[in-house]
């Protein structure tokens, strides 16, 4: 027994030389943190956090992998790491010690200094050396091996994990967002030495609740996701979700329907978060459900219970659904309750909408509108009547910027646009404004267009969702969300500034609004002043509820419009050039303000950058002071230099955006004018001559942007 358990050391140790030279590592790494059930929105968070976590921590402590991959389910989070390095490299290393005049006294002995400079670094004396007028020591680290440096971190990483409602269980004082019921931590075969709110790790983790083997051994990190099979626990997210697509086409297929994935991410998203073993149940309700309109029919199933719908081949909505059931087991008994629980609950969600739907259409959309006026938009700034009519005046006035002659349908569409916020169905179901005002409008007689439009005005409805296809949609969207804009500005001036949105805080969708305004005005090359809708808007509801405009108001506006602005085009532009470009007024016409950028973005990159902007520059600089200047008067040129940078200015004619390059031609003449002219000369007419001059220059220069933004590449 003793020899094989020599041979065995040694086999050990030839791989772990193997390995610290930088052979073929096979090396691998598990940790799963078994929890009470996590809420779904977390999921996808934890699993990034859990993987940028890990690499961080490897490549802090410079150890090598092949492959990080995390897993998880609403019960388990989990980190597989591959191809990992046995141990950290040993490194060597010259410490720099004492100056030598400190470190020997006058026999050449290392004195007290040098002696605590060895110890300090566990050499001695004798083995310390002279370089450069110090002493040195040469310092031999030994790495970490991976378990040591996974053992002593994996805690770190797991409790800097972040989310909401994140709260602290028992007597802990750290915080988690659910409580923690098992550890796995394996390196290779052997468990880690890792406790977590007193769960110690071992190599054993639970199953599905309702399967048979309710707890199993995992002897290796790399069976991780097969060993949790056998317990009927599908860990690998993107495995789970294609589970669920293909088991919901093949069940659909049985009862002679399709389902349409195209427009239920977010719900596929949800379900496998919520379940380890999808099993797909196909349920139906009462056929007279379906003469409520499919929006909101959709919307029960999808939104509030997690159904995914059905549709017949003919592309009509079907009557049956399908629940995915984290089930294990094949009882007829049992999927028959549960189609049965799921076909109570949809029934009574149904039965709600379609009494109010009927009560909504005795009235048309146009007898609604009274009862807006017992809705506030928001505190200080009136009911919802009250911005709806000042959407209706705020979209005249944008028709009249965009000479639109005949506003008879747009004007329709905003005075109706919010009419359905007072119905019990939309009221029921807020998620559906906006669809059920156009459902509705046609109800009502309303023209498609104005339907249509009432529909849209809310596009987009998220940052990646579509943008209103009508001018009446465009025109009433443009209108609403400016207003709301402009309204939260004015009503959080002076001491409530702190109330304004932030990237935590937006309760009113204004970054979302801005969004809105700019891709919808982009989008269909709308030539639109912004700056005079906003000052319409703000002129609007002051005076309507007698609020004293602050002079930063307005700019503040501008300022929060542009940073939006930025977001949308920060991947495809450099951050140097938008905010060049910032002050060529972007709002005053968005679309020139875009080729404005792309026509820099491209001169920039193509040019020799640093010559051109030294001598751009150099020009501002010198003209940034000298506000007022005349015509320049050539009888006052002393010098040819003078003559020929006026010339090229003369003969240039108007420089913009369109014609940039046209810039090269000023930088010789003007580089000639800076060696051999003094601007500053002790004539003081020659000296505004001469500063009239390169303010015409730098005239040009600021009519395409402000250069002295730009960073020479």
């Not at 610290?20 to 699993?47: C, D, H, R, T, W």
């Not at 994996?154 to 994140?166: A, D, E, N, R, T």
């Not at 049965?340 to 009235?363: C, H, P």
């Amino acid at each position: 027994m003793a020899r094989h358990k020599n041979i065995k050391t040694k086999i050990c140790t030839q791989n772990f030389v193997c390995n610290k030279m930088g052979g073929m590592e096979n090396n691998n790494f598990l940790l799963e943190i078994l929890v009470q059930e996590l809420p779904y929105q977390f999921i996808p968070s934890a699993q990034a956090q859990l993987e940028s976590g890990f690499k961080k921590l490897l490549e802090d402590n410079k150890l090598k992998y092949s492959k990080i991959k995390t897993y998880a389910t609403p019960r388990r989070l989990a980190v597989v790491i591959e191809g990992l390095d046995y141990s950290q490299d040993d490194i060597i290393k010259d410490v720099k010690g004492p100056i030598l005049s400190i470190a020997l006294d006058e026999s050449g002995n290392y004195t007290k200094a040098a002696e605590g400079f060895a110890k300090k670094n566990g050499v001695l004396p004798d083995n310390l050396y002279q370089k450069d007028g110090y002493i040195f020591a040469k310092i031999e680290q030994k790495g970490k091996t991976s378990k040591e440096v996974l053992t002593e971190n994996i805690k770190p990483v797991i409790m800097k994990l972040q989310g909401s409602h994140f709260m602290r269980w028992g007597y802990f004082e750290e915080k988690f967002s659910r409580p923690i019921e098992g550890i796995v931590a394996l390196f290779n075969e052997d468990v880690l030495n890792v406790e977590i709110f007193n769960k110690k790790a071992s190599n054993k983790t639970k199953g599905h609740r309702f399967a048979e083997i309710k707890e199993i051994e995992i002897k290796n990190p790399l069976e991780y996701v097969d060993v949790l099979k056998k317990v009927n626990v599908y860990a690998d997210v993107e495995e789970r979700k294609q589970l669920i697509i293909d088991s919901a086409i093949k069940k659909a297929e049985e009862v002679s329907c399709k389902i349409d994935f195209s427009k239920l991410d977010d719900l596929l998203d949800e379900v496998t978060y919520i379940t380890e073993f999808p099993i797909p149940v196909v349920c139906e309700f009462k056929k007279e459900y379906l003469q409520i309109p499919d929006i909101v029919t959709v919307t029960v199933m999808s939104k509030h219970q997690r159904y995914f719908p059905l549709y017949e081949n003919s592309g009509k909505l079907s009557n049956k659904f399908i629940t995915m059931a984290n089930f294990v087991g094949n009882s007829s008994e049992a999927l028959e309750n549960i189609q049965k629980g799921n076909q109570r609950v949809i029934s009574a969600r149904l039965e709600d909408g379609k009494f109010f739907y009927e009560d909504d259409i005795k009235t048309s959309l146009e007898e609604k509108l009274p009862s807006l006026s017992g809705m506030t938009f928001q505190r200080g700034l009136g009911t919802l009547l009250d911005k709806t009519e000042r959407i209706s005046e705020l979209s005249s006035y944008i028709c009249d910027l965009l000479k639109i002659a005949d506003k008879t349908d747009i004007l329709r569409t905003a005075k109706l646009c919010k009419a359905d916020l007072s119905t019990k169905l939309v009221f029921e179901f807020t998620e559906l404004q906006g669809f059920i005002g156009e459902n509705y409008a046609l109800k009502s007689g309303e023209k498609e267009n104005v339907a249509l439009g009432i529909k849209e005005h809310y596009f987009p409805l998220n940052a990646y969702s579509e943008l209103p296809s009508s001018l009446e949609g465009q025109i009433v969207s443009i209108a609403d969300k400016i207003d709301t804009i402009t309204a939260v500005f004015l009503s959080t001036q002076g001491d409530k500034k702190k109330k304004r949105p932030t990237g935590s805080n937006d309760p009113l969708g204004v970054r979302r609004a801005i969004l809105g305004v700019l891709k919808t005005v982009i989008n269909f090359n709308l030539k639109l002043n912004l700056d005079d809708v906003i000052k319409k808007s703000i002129e609007m509801i002051s005076k309507s509820f007698d609020i004293k405009v602050e002079n930063e108001t307005f700019s503040e506006i501008v300022d929060f419009i542009y940073g939006r602005l930025n977001v949308i085009y920060e991947q495809t532009y450099s951050n140097d050039v938008l905010a060049a470009c910032k002050n060529s007024d972007p709002l005053y016409d968005l679309n020139d303000w875009l080729k404005r950028v792309e026509a820099v973005e491209k001169f920039v990159n193509a040019s020799d950058l640093s010559a051109v902007l030294e001598a751009i520059n150099r020009v501002l600089k010198i003209t940034a002071s000298h506000k007022t200047f005349d015509e320049v008067d050539e009888t006052l040129f002393v010098q040819e230099e003078e003559k020929v940078l006026y010339s090229a200015i003369k003969n240039s004619g108007e420089i913009n955006y369109a014609n940039i390059s046209e810039i090269a031609r000023f930088i010789e003449p003007l580089n000639k004018f800076f060696d051999k002219v003094l601007v500053m000369d002790k004539d003081e007419k020659i000296k505004t001559n001469r500063l009239n001059l390169l303010s015409k220059l730098s005239n040009k220069f600021n009519s395409i942007c402000d250069f002295s933004k730009i960073v020479s590449r």
